[in-house]
């Protein structure tokens, strides 16, 4: 999996830095614990949960876009953008992702092409017969 990259940490001019810049997150560490607070979860929520939290999600925001950006660069199209529909082929492909997001629908994001097996032994059959039927009529000729 990948690790996020370390942020360069600035002084300010006051000396006071944010929850993230001190833990070296991009993800905002007081929003994300406003909202624990305001969700009404616990009745107590401690800072270090929403680090922790900020990290999480983070991380499996790297890990998504990671993956979306190889499924772009392995596209036929070589567009540079990552699309809801590339998203999706992301997400459906990778096992674990996959498993986190199982019940979640992207908007535009499409699913994945496949065929189901009644019309794959339909189309298979059909080339069959076909083949079947000229060599009887080559035969009777």
Do not use: C, H, W
């Not at 997001?101 to 699913?111: D, E, K, Q, S």
């Amino acid at each position: 999996m990948a690790s996020p990259k370390p942020l360069k940490r600035r002084a300010t001019a006051s000396g006071k830095s944010s929850f993230s810049a001190r833990a070296g997150l991009t993800m905002p560490v007081g929003r994300i614990g406003s909202m624990l607070r305001k969700g009404k979860y616990a009745s107590r929520v401690s800072l270090s949960a929403a680090v922790y939290l900020s990290a999480v999600l983070e991380f499996i925001t790297a890990e998504l876009i990671s993956t979306a950006a190889r499924t772009v660069a392995a596209s036929r199209k070589k567009t540079k953008r990552i699309s809801p529909r590339a998203l999706t082929l992301a997400v459906r492909t990778d096992a674990e992702l996959g498993s986190l997001l199982r019940n979640v629908t992207l908007a535009n994001g499409g699913v994945l092409p496949s065929l189901t097996k009644a019309i794959a032994k339909k189309k298979a059959g059909g080339k069959k017969k076909k083949a079947v039927k000229q060599r009887r009529s080559s035969k009777r000729v």
